[in-house]
Each structure stands twice: as structure tokens, then as C-alpha cells.
């Protein structure tokens, strides 16, 4: 659909741009304030935590940890899959406990020696079964660790909820701004026909 066809669309029917308007306004102003939520959330930074309490406090829900820096025996586990890299974390006892997950491609050059830092997560199913089937040897109720995942991506949605807001709010007068055009006959010509 071009876009002439969609503002005529509107001008035709100025009704579906203040309905258009409103769902978007109300999907992001939620998106937007749970996005501000985020941001308070994590306005103190990362709690500091060995992998056992990490791992205890990921299980109550979600939790904003910084783990000890990443040795280049634990590196060796790096691996990827599917555009993202997953580090998987030991317990005491050896066991996969929790994995770490990182946006893209990364290397134990960059990792080795620094925090991981995050949001620690009951794992998705999904994300589990794709461990599983890349061979790695996890518990039956594993925790996810994204270490993309904190205050600059809740800040991101704060701005990017409120263009849409904006965007929305624009498009409300939107059509019946079209729609007066096309009644006085005083718009461009494709909109008339």
C-alpha cells in the first residue's frame, strides 16, 4: 500500500485515523511507562553478587546482578547461535545453572576479565530447548542472565514509546483534517478522486 492510498484511505474513512491514533497512543504510553519503570529500577546500578546468590535471587524474580569478572577458564564455553553468544554459567558443583547471553557476536577477548552485568531471568522455554540442542548440559530450571538488558534499554524505550505517542496523537486530526479537505473540494486532486 502507498502511501497516497492509505491518506485517502484516511480521508475516506477519518474515523480510522482517530481510532489509529488512539491504539497507538494507548499501546505506547503503556510500553513507555513500563519503559520508565525500567529505568528506576535499575537507577542504582547493578547489585554485586557471586553466582550462587545470583543465581537465589534470579529464581524470586527478576534481578539486576553484576556477577565477578568472567575468568578465561569460564570463556571457553563462549560459543553462538543464531546472531547471539552464550556463555554458560557454572554452579559450585559444575552444573549449567544459568546461561549468559550477549546482543551479536562476542569474544572471550572482550568478555575476559569483566563483570557480566544484567538482568537475571527464569529462562524461556524456547531459549532452553535451543541450549539443549546445541549440546550444552543445563538444569532443568535454568536462569538467563542479558547482559544487554538495564537502564540504557529501558531509556530507549522511554524515547522511542514517546515518538510513537507523539506520532499517534498526530494522526488522530490527521484524518479529519483530510476529511474537511476532500468535503470543501479544496484538497489535491488525487485525495478528491
Given at each position: ?24 497512543v ?12 525500567g529505568t ?14 545470583a543465581?537465589t535471587?534470579?529464581?524470586s524474580?527478576e534481578a ?7 575468568t578465561a577458564?569460564?570463556c ?10 552464550f ?20 569474544s ?14 527464569p ?14 548440559a543445563i ?12 537502564a ?15 506520532l ?12 474537511a ?11 478528491q478522486?
Amino acid at each position: 500500500m502507498n502511501t497516497r492510498r492509505l491518506v485517502a484511505q484516511l480521508a475516506a474513512t477519518p474515523i480510522l485515523g482517530v481510532v489509529s491514533g488512539l491504539v497507538i497512543v494507548v499501546l505506547f504510553a503503556w510500553l513507555g511507562w513500563t519503559s520508565w519503570l525500567g529505568t528506576r529500577a535499575y537507577a542504582d546500578g547493578p547489585t554485586p553478587m557471586d553466582v550462587e546468590t545470583a543465581l537465589t535471587a534470579g529464581r524470586s524474580g527478576e534481578a539486576y546482578v553484576a556477577l565477578p569478572a568472567v575468568t578465561a577458564e569460564a570463556c571457553a564455553g563462549l560459543f553462538s547461535q543464531g546472531g547471539t553468544t552464550f556463555l554458560p554459567l557454572h554452579a559450585d558443583d559444575g552444573t549449567v545453572d544459568a546461561v549468559a547471553y550477549f546482543s551479536g557476536a562476542t569474544s572471550c577477548e572482550r568478555i575476559v576479565g569483566q563483570p557480566l552485568a544484567g538482568t537475571l531471568n527464569p529462562m524461556r522455554p524456547a531459549m532452553r530447548t535451543g541450549l539443549v540442542d546445541a549440546g550444552v548440559a543445563i538444569t532443568a530450571d535454568p536462569l538467563a542472565l542479558c547482559t544487554y538488558c538495564g537502564a540504557t534499554n529501558a531509556w530507549m524505550g522511554v524515547g522511542l514509546s514517546a515518538v510513537f505517542c507523539l506520532l499517534g496523537l498526530g494522526l488522530m486530526p490527521l484524518g479529519y483534517l483530510l476529511a474537511a479537505q476532500k468535503a470543501r473540494g479544496d484538497g489535491p486532486a488525487w485525495l478528491q478522486g
